[in-house]
């Protein structure tokens, strides 16, 4: 919880007005879900935030602040969470991404992630995500 602050203003960084995670969920997030915070000294770099349903670990959401992309800080991150969500049981992973993203979709691709399903309007009209999945 004392990293609220900084994660939301990553979040505000990363991602555009209109589907920005509240402050309230963040912290509803933190306290009930994993939450893995990527630091350089005392700096949060990004975050990853995902949970674990049955065998599935969803990543919900994974923010690198943009003074430290291409740096490997969101492959750390995504490879931090899978290892503490197959620790937990998980046997497959899950996330959704816009399809606009490519940066975020090269990352999963990177990381063994294949693409399943289209979401058409899944962040307001006309803005469509791909579903990736990941089976370990």
Not at 51 to 75: A, F, Q
């Amino acid at each position: 919880m004392d990293d609220l602050d900084r994660i939301v203003e990553i979040e505000r960084l990363c991602f555009p007005e209109e589907i920005l995670f509240t402050r309230g969920l963040f912290s509803f997030l933190l306290r009930n879900a994993t939450a893995i915070v990527a630091c350089d000294n005392e700096e949060i770099m990004g975050f990853v935030v995902g949970y674990l349903s049955g065998r599935t670990g969803v990543i919900y959401t994974l923010d690198v602040h943009p003074d430290h992309r291409r740096k490997g800080v969101g492959s750390a991150l995504l490879d931090a969470i899978e290892r503490d969500m197959k620790a937990a049981g998980a046997k497959r992973f899950r996330l959704e991404t816009a399809i606009s993203n490519t940066a975020a979709l090269n990352l999963y691709r990177k990381a063994g992630y294949v693409d399943g399903e289209v979401l058409r309007n899944y962040y307001g009209y006309g803005k469509d995500a791909v579903r990736l999945w990941k089976e370990v």
